[in-house]
């Protein structure tokens, strides 16, 4: 069955500190691979995917992650992580084919310490 | 606005009562998707539309809940005889086609509360 799992339900880190954000995915066939952002009243805001091609993909707001296809891995880091980047995080898997319906982690909430 | 859009915002209701929620989608955009995203949880997918039929509807619940989308933009999420369990955000997301490759771009969703 398809699925995506991300381990941690909650982080916090400091203010300028690294972030990663793991992500697990289960699924059949080549997966596309996703990362989205959730802020209180805010919809859901792509950061990065990955179809194909190299394997570190760069997003929005100094994230990357990086495919790790013998892990099943799509982990999603920032070197230095701002107050601002307090949200919650949703990794997804989808399709190649006709159409994408994704298939969303349960997310990880981040927390930035001052 | 260039986005997707979604109305009401919040919606209230009471259990057994009918309910209809909307999605504008962006203007051109083909492709448009219903997600429900239940507290501390991921979205899930509800049913796909590409163009005005719908061409996965194997996220819905049950028969309770049916979407429509008559002209190929906006679509209604319908909800008949709510329950409690029905309480949630609803998302509604539109790409420009509906190939893996493109893009979903996301409203704003509808909290629904079943009391």
């Known amino acids: 069955a398809q699925s995506v799992t991300q381990p941690d339900i909650h982080i916090t880190v400091s203010e300028g500190a690294s972030l990663e954000l793991r992500c697990n995915y289960s699924?059949?066939?080549?997966?596309?691979l996703f990362w989205y952002v959730q802020s209180p009243g805010q919809g859901l805001q792509l950061l990065l995917k990955?179809?194909?091609?190299?394997?570190l993909v760069q997003g929005i707001k100094g994230f990357e992650a990086e495919f790790k296809r013998s892990q099943s891995s799509f982990n999603l880091r920032k070197p230095s992580v701002h107050w601002s980047d307090a949200a919650e995080y949703f990794c997804?898997?989808?399709?190649?084919?006709?159409?994408?319906?994704?298939?969303f982690g349960a997310g990880t909430r981040l927390a930035v310490h001052p | 606005g260039a986005g997707v859009s979604q109305t009401p915002s919040n919606k209230v209701t009471e259990k057994g009562k009918y309910v209809e929620l909307r999605c504008d989608p962006i203007?051109?955009?083909?492709?448009l998707y219903w997600y429900r995203q239940s507290l501390g949880q991921g979205p899930e997918f509800l049913i796909y539309?590409?163009?005005?039929?719908?061409?996965?509807d194997s996220g819905l619940p049950n028969d309770r809940f049916f979407a429509v989308r008559p002209e190929g933009s906006v679509s209604t999420l319908k909800i008949q005889r709510t329950e409690r369990g029905d309480s949630a955000v609803y998302l509604c997301?539109?790409?420009?086609?509906?190939?893996?490759?493109?893009?979903?771009?996301f409203g704003p969703g509808t909290r629904l509360t079943v009391l």
């Open positions: 997301a539109s790409s420009f086609k509906g190939g893996g490759n493109n893009e979903q771009f």
């Open positions: 699924y059949g066939a080549t997966p596309y």
């Open positions: 990955y179809f194909s091609g190299d394997t």
């Open positions: 997804a898997v989808g399709g190649s084919g006709g159409y994408n319906k994704l298939i």
């Open positions: 203007s051109g955009h083909t492709a």
């Open positions: 539309f590409q163009g005005t039929g719908a061409a996965d």
